[in-house]
């Protein structure tokens, strides 16, 4: 498994707010919001991480002993997010 840092992601909350708010309402549903910056990504340029362990951590293939309760499902992360945090390719799918 592999970490994944959010701890970005509250220092961001105001920024992440203006994108949003920037976004028309008809065109929201191109988008999602990233899991780790929580900023809008378009659907097309995101990745799906399996967070596991509660929230903290991202599956990969060879995780086999996945704990069901813990188990946060998949979650889409925007390109920026995935360069910052380049271990988090080996657990993403398109
Ligand atoms: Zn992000």
Redesign the pocket.
């Known amino acids: 498994m592999i970490p994944i840092d959010r701890s970005n992601q509250r220092k961001a909350r105001n920024l992440c707010n203006a994108m949003w708010a920037k976004i028309p309402a008809e065109r929201r549903d191109d988008y999602w919001p ?6 809008p ?1 378009l659907k097309s340029k995101a990745r799906w991480i399996h967070v596991i362990e509660g929230g903290g951590h991202a599956a990969e293939d060879t995780d086999t002993n996945i704990n069901p309760a813990a188990d946060m499902l998949w979650h889409p ?2 390109p ?2 995935m360069r910052r945090q380049p271990a988090l390719r080996r657990a993403a799918k398109q």
Request: glycine share 10%; charged share 25%; net charge negative.
């Open positions: 990233c899991y780790i910056c929580e900023r990504v992360v925007g920026e997010c």
